[in-house]
């Protein structure tokens, strides 16, 4: 599983992406979390299987969710708490439910 975190510039969504990559338990050593900028997406797009949004750039969501769309990838934007929060085993949770 490839998880991909966007964010305004990718600065931000990278501590989540630690926390996340702090809660895969053995069962997911081969999952990877990345954080980028946004205006990134089409570019690495294949190389993920699902997008979330960091909370403040939520306005994107339909653009995203678009590009997401048209790749067959799931997409949504992260709960602004969960994030604040930087709750890495909330949101990989999430992330277990979208891709079912």
């Known amino acids: 599983m490839n ?8 600065i931000s969504t990278s501590i989540l992406e630690k926390s996340i990559r702090d809660s895969f338990g053995p069962e997911k050593a081969d999952w990877t979390v990345e954080a980028h900028p946004v205006d990134q997406l089409e570019s690495l797009i294949d190389r993920f ?19 997401a769309d048209a790749n067959g990838k799931p997409c949504e934007v992260i709960d602004s708490r969960d994030y604040a929060m930087a709750k890495g085993s ?3 949770k999430r992330i277990e439910e979208l891709v079912e």
């Open 49 to 67: 299987d699902v997008v979330l949004l960091g909370p403040q750039i939520r306005h994107k969501l339909r653009t995203v969710k678009k590009v």
């Open 90 to 92: 909330k949101v990989l």
């Open 3 to 10: 998880i991909l975190l966007v964010c305004a510039g990718g």
